[in-house]
């Protein structure tokens, strides 16, 4: 079996997960462990498979298994689909209309299944540059002096 790791950009807003539970006001799917925020591989699969069915109709059920038809048995697909994680998060600004934020944590989670020394090595700096006493917490997509986020108090 062959495993690849892809990124995904979204173009439009996406919301996934079920009804609000304790804590979780907006209901967005999340980990049950961390409960970090997360895409479910069911929403990728079946946004996918639309999509594929839309176009290439007999090349979806190649690829994703048959639909149930007339009482048969459905059939394995030849892709399978994992839960997909975020890697930055756009977080509303008054200086810049959002910002794309991320940190060593969620730098550290995805460079476990990338496995690279130099990603390693610049997790750390960015680590090490966070630590430092000018009170740093984050690292952003833009530069400057002051960034104003929008938020609760």
Known sequence: MTHY??????LTPLHTGASSQMGNLMGIAREA???LPYVPSSSLRGK???V???QHSTQAGTLFGERIKDGQQPTEGEVWFADATLLFFPIASYSHQFVWITCPLWLSRWNRWLRDASFSETIQSWRALLTASDGKKAVTS???AQLYLQGQN
């Open 142 to 144: 833009v530069q400057g």
């Open 33 to 35: 462990q961390t409960e």
């Open 48 to 50: 996918l498979r639309s």
């Open 52 to 54: 594929l069915e839309a």
């Open 5 to 10: 790791l892809t990124y995904t950009y979204l």
